[in-house]
């Protein structure tokens, strides 16, 4: 998506998923054309203005009271289009935004013809029509009392849809219809180990991803240690990039990368594909041992041969463990000797082939962490934090703030770098929290980029109690961003959703926008599973009254303080119940 900004990229995929390409900036300066108002005597007039009637300032949309004044600009006209780029590939039909500025605030500006709202400090963005097969560009005019500048900016339009023919209708622009089953099988069997060198390392939050189906748009669902073997059945290629079919067990089915496969089991001959071992791995369970301890729960599960494929599920107060292609897992029903305030008890489910353990809480998951080591998976679940002091919740906890981007982010129509503005969210952010007696850990200080798999790394070595990541947003092609624009707080685990919904309330009470919700996606910042992990969407950069007032001291505030006030709520929900 050329308008949408990369943070959802996978831990395990540096090619993908969270809102695609980075919107680039792309400045174009044009001199000003000055008709004079006089002519020379005996000089013939000048020719007329090629613009067959003057430019009309479009109206600007009503002002928001919660947001700053947009302040005024004057200087000379220069066009200056942020999106799209020229040669853009646009992914919409219909109609799409074009945004950037002109330089001064006192213009009036026309795109294609039609009347485009231009804010006081220039900014400018146009709700169009995409132009037509015949004409594939946005002819640019704009001018005020001083003159007028002209541009033409050339773009690129998607095929259009063959009518003729039903199979090849294309629907929504934005949930294209999925590609023909193209699987190339595996004939025969072929064991491989996951974990390729490069794609993970020795860290328990550097897994192999896999997902239901192949393809980048699908939901992450398992994350599996280096070297876990697994049987390969199949291969596709699907978002550009090449998938794996694989077997957790003869029940389920996922896909990884092709990249995730250790580079012994990929064959130099074509035809071959994959080679390995031609005989499944033994995985024999042996009796489960509990460990309680004052900041978690260790449930210490010893595995003979190399790890197993696991899967992790959350209701409100449980977490199930699923182990797959294990034999031999003995029945248990336990519970804590003596009683514990958080943990109820632990039972298993023997299947054919798997075991399903079931560990009931008195309360809500907080966090957890599979762990393997030595033919030994510990699956450790995390206390919540008891709060030392109810009317300061904050106190004596260690919250990570991460300023999102870069790599990649959005782009304003004056040039505002997202990064940039919630680096600045981000220190005030730190400053209240540290006034609010927490411990803060920032995962950049610098507009130095930090790789997105490393931000929950970072947060998890710290011990932090809570997540959050700053971002600004921006939209996909075919999106009114007039009608669509507002906060939204996004979340990836059933744990993070009291954080995410409390963290969402304060965004619309501090920054006044439309309320988006409190919802799911497939972020890699938020995918840790050690603490509560949230990635706020604050503001639209890409909308000029928000850039303008993201540009503000008082603006930057009131996002940080929304986000400390979402933070205190919330821990001051885990006070009430201790």
Known sequence: MPTRKTDLVSISNPHFTMKASTISVFTIYVAAIVTSCSTAPGRPAPPPNPVSAPIVRAPLPPPNPKLPPVPAVRGPLQINVVYPKPDQLLTARDSNFIFGSVGSGDAALQINGVPVPVWPDGAFMGWLKVPPDSAPRYDLVAANTTGTVRFTLPIRLPPAPDTTRRDSLVGDTLRPPPSPDTVIPVLRNVYAALGAAGSTVDDTDRVTIA????????????????????????????????????????????????????????????AQQFVGDSVAPVRRVGAVRIEPGPEWIDFIIPVTGPPPPYLVEETDRSLSLLLYGVTGAPVISMMPQPADAYFNSVSSTPEQNRVRYSINLNRAPYGYLALWQNGTLTFRVRRPPRIADRANPLRGLTITVDPGHPPAGATGPTGLYEGDAVLQVGFRLRDL???????????????????????????????????????????????????????????????????????????????????????????????????????????????????AALRTPSYQEAYATAILRGLQTYFASLAQNQ
């Open 433 to 547: 929290l540290t006034q609010a007696g927490a411990n803060v850990v920032m995962t950049r200080t610098t507009p130095d980029p930090v790789e997105l798999g490393l931000r929950p790394i970072i947060s998890r070595r710290a011990n932090a109690h809570a997540f959050v990541s700053i971002h600004l947003n921006a939209f996909p092609d075919g999106v009114n961003p007039f009608a669509n624009n507002g906060s939204l707080t996004l979340y990836f685990w059933p744990h993070s959703i009291p954080l995410a919904t409390v963290t969402q309330a304060a965004l619309l009470e501090y920054l006044g926008l439309r309320d988006n919700g409190a919802k799911f996606q497939n972020i890699a910042v938020a995918r840790g599973t050690w603490m509560p992990s949230i990635l706020t969407e604050g503001a639209f950069v890409i909308m000029p009254d928000q850039e």
């Open 211 to 270: 997902r239901p189906a192949p393809g980048n748009g699908q939901e992450y669902k398992w994350f599996l240690f280096p070297g876990t073997v697994v049987k390969v059945t199949g291969s596709q290629k699907a978002s550009g990039d090449d998938f794996v079919r694989i077997e957790l067990d003869s029940g389920q089915v996922a896909w990884v990368l092709r990249s995730e496969l250790q580079p012994r089991y990929i064959s130099a001959d074509s």
